[in-house]
């Protein structure tokens, strides 16, 4: 019988109001049953709320490094637990076993890394232009923090939010994808053995409509970040404008990786296979484009579609796994189709193309690691975002086309150059117009401790981890004091 997890509100593990729950399967296997979870509806927002409002001013009162206190306890209970959380990962979202301890570690961390600016959190101290008057500025909690996250880093995405709106003083409602509830209930239960006080954070699980909907147009949510599709952060971003509530996105992605005819071949082919079929390509940061110059095209194309059909795809679990399933059906028919898309524009299959269905595929949602060569930028399998294991190769005649190509998308997350020549990296690291850059790597492989986000229909100018992330989850209050005897005024005397 599989267990049945509630939603954490005030503390405490509670049912659905409406008793209903859902399943949660294992997409290498759909004949394994995770778990069956709460069914949610928008009275146990409102209750998740209640509980988070009434937590609020005691969470806020307490120290920051106290409660930074908190989260390094719980970071260190997530380091003890890792091998556990990282397999149930594995099989509520698929994504091979290596991958899921990088979720998990870097849900550790981002705890770790939070936990310090409990100490920190520095504003600022300027000389006034009057005498005997100080002033400075402080950040200063916003309140509720809701949060939607997707399925595809189930731990990592929630940490990222959670941490930094926690060591500001925030309390929090969660709502996770459907897909992937349990790592976010392992977060929540390493926080709450840490011993985060209740109400303080909340958790409710269910659908997009009746869960995350009514959370992002609650009045007494003060914030919502969200992360997931462009379509779906529209409409967080229309519930949150009549309110002028704070509202945080990060969005899909079409990255590039930009192979130069100086680069070192072996490595560029071994960083599309990576950025390209890590997580099954269902990454915001994935390598979904290589535009690769003309004097080396064939060179490369021959090696990566040669790698790319020696991928082992199979269960997560299973050490020989390279590459597991897609997350669900409908994600699975997503690339289907656009593989059906790209063979009609006449783009030319190298590798894969097919779903895999026989022997231990039959029960999970496999498809090949597929590549489709001599792409032009506006194919929409090279233009759109599709989240899965395709990968379009873009012949490119200069630099200058190549970045011209990896800007002409609407997405503007991560980019990435194979160079030996300085200056073409240092010219591609100026030009490209996204969030995040790297050269002689792929696009994926972002460390906690740099900002994260994208450009255009990527993100809403916001940033998410390092420091940047604590702009998110605050807003600055200056603060005048004058201690003169008399009035001064400001400009005037
Ligand atoms: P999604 O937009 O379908 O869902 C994201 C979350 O929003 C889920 O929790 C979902 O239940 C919820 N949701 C859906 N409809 C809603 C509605 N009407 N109101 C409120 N909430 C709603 O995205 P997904 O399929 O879970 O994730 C894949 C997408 O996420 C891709 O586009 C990917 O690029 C993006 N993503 C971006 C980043 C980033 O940092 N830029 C990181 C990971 C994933």
Known sequence: MAKRYGNYIGGAWKDAASGRTFDNRNPADTSELIGSFADSGPEDVERAI????????????????????????????????????SRDMTREMGKVLDETRGDVQEAIDMTYYMAGEGRRQFGQTTPSEMPDKFQMSVRQPIGIAGLITPW?????????????????????????????????VNLIEALEQAGLPKGVVNMVTGSGSSVGSPLMSHKDVGMVSFTGSTEVGRRVSEACAPAFKHCHLEMGGKNIIMVMDDARLDLAVEGALWGGFGTTGQRCTAASRVAVHEKVYKEFLDRFSAGAKGLRVGNGLEPKSQVGPCVNTSQLETVERYVQIGKDEGARLVA??????????????????????????????????????????????????????????????????????????????????????????????????????????????????????????????SIYIDFSGKLQRAQID
């Open 50 to 85: 209640a509980c988070a409002r009434e937590a609020y001013p005691r969470w806020k009162a307490l120290p920051a490094p106290k409660r930074g206190e908190i989260l390094y306890r719980a970071a260190e209970i997530l380091v003890k637990r890792k091998e556990d959380f």
């Open 152 to 184: 595809n880093f189930p731990m990592a995405i929630p940490s990222w939010k959670m941490m930094p709106a926690l060591i500001l003083g925030n309390t929090v409602v969660i709502k996770p994808a459907t897909d992937t509830p349990l790592s976010v």
């Open 352 to 477: 894969g193309g097919s779903r895999l269905g026989k022997g231990d595929h039959a029960r999970g949602y496999f498809h090949e690691p597929t590549v489709f060569a001599d792409c032009s930028p506006k194919m929409r399998v090279a233009y759109e975002e599709i989240f899965g294991p395709v990968v379009s190769v873009i012949p490119v005649k200069s630099l200058e086309q190549a970045i011209e190509v990896g800007n002409s998308v609407d997405y503007g997350l991560s980019a990435s150059i194979y160079t030996q020549d300085i200056g073409k990296a240092f010219t591609a690291m100026r030009e490209m117009y996204t969030g995040i850059f790297y050269v002689n790597a792929p696009t994926i492989g972002a460390e906690t401790h740099l900002p994260f986000g994208g450009t255009k229909n990527t993100g809403n100018g916001h940033r998410e981890a390092c420091v940047q992330a604590l702009e998110v989850f605050s807003e600055w209050k």
